[in-house]
């Protein structure tokens, strides 16, 4: 843990911690790359959350980006989690996480990992079928199950809703199903997409959950929870829409169009608490000229955890500065940066505007980087992963 980096720089992208401006990482004695997190940041961003959405309850969701020092962070502010696996919840009961406390949210999820994870005191899991349910009932008998919802995101970067969720008429019948199985109808979910950059979704997405939990209300089902999943989205280069405009949209949706409020409202937030407040330090290894074009070659690539950069045909737009940084008017040219693998798919960026002078030697500095980049980065090609690099001062010790 290094807490005691200093010193500021004008000119920073508004999501870029001033903890992390580029002269205060000049002076980290650490073989590139590294990915360093403010983890006064992330305790700062979800203070920020869970005022947004007062009377909701949130879950961390942990596959963003799974390191200790995170997770002890958000367990310090009495948020939960939300896991994928059991392997992510044996590394928070590894953290002393209850497992009671802890939000099973994949819809579709190995039996054995099932069976593991209610003997181990979990009780709450999200479906979005019948196969599910049958699963759930046996290797999670009398468990707590939680209708995952197909909604609209087409607004969000990342779109999920092929792979998940029921449509909105098979909903009443996937609860009363539930019941008949002998398991708990316990509440309803969906996931807006992540990086979602439109507040309506959320508010469309309460308004489709309300209308089943009315539907069942004659059925004498009465939900317990309300989970609006994740896509809380994150600064990069551009604007989007902050937390306390979602808050206030899907705090009024609540109050608006659900028929009644249920007991527990609960929240997933994964990229928006944890992106902005880590920075991807990449050397850079070679600079050479392709086909007219410069060709910036770094230490960090789409396969060492950048791999959001390859996911989107339009690319990504992370906030970008460098050791080669100069004044505003120095010149500039746009680069093709890419990996150091002998793979050419791990190129990061095309057209990267970057100081003319920028060469071997030099790093690279890649904001709003904290989120699923680690838990992505493998060592291809015999190129260590980043390094975690952890600042700040949080009030646990490890
Ligand atoms: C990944 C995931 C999240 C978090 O998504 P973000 O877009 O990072 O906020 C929340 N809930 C579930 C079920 C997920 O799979």
Known sequence: MTSALTGTRAELPGSWPAALAPDCLEVIDLPTPYLVTDLDTVAGRLSAFTGALPGFQTFYAMKCNPSAEILMTVRDQNASFEVASLGELHQLERLGVTPADVLYSNPVKPPAHIAAAYAAGLWRFSFDSPNELRKLAEHAPGSAVYLRLHV?????????????????????????????????????????????????????????????????????????????????????????????????????????????????????????????????????????????????????????????????????????????????????????????SCDSSDTMFYGLSLPATIDVGDTLYIGSAGAYTLSYASAFNGFPPPTPLFVGNPPWQL
């Open 152 to 340: 609209d995101d087409s607004e969000s970067s990342f779109p999920l809703s092929r792979k998940f969720g029921a449509e909105l008429h098979e909903g009443r019948d996937l609860l009363v199903l539930a019941r008949r199985l002998g398991l708990r109808p316990y509440g309803i979910t969906f996931h807006v997409g992540s990086q979602c950059a439109n507040a309506d979704a959320w508010r469309q997405a309460i308004d489709a959950s309300g209308k089943i939990m009315s539907s069942l209300l004659d059925e004498g089902i009465r939900l317990e929870m309300l989970d609006i999943g994740g896509g809380f989205p994150a600064r990069y280069a551009t604007g989007v829409p902050s937390i306390e405009e979602i808050g206030a949209v899907v705090t009024a949706a609540v109050d608006d169009v659900l028929p009644y409020r249920p007991g527990l409202l609960a929240a997933e937030p994964g990229r928006h608490l944890v992106a902005e407040p880590a920075v991807m330090a990449a050397g850079v290894i070679g600079r050479e000229v392709r086909g007219g074009e410069n060709w910036l070659f770094v230490d960090v690539s789409a396969y060492h955890g950048m791999m959001e950069t390859i996911q989107l045909p339009t690319g990504w737009d992370f906030p970008v500065r460098s050791t080669a940084d100069g004044p505003a008017d120095a010149p500039r040219l746009p680069f093709t940066v890419t990996g150091p």
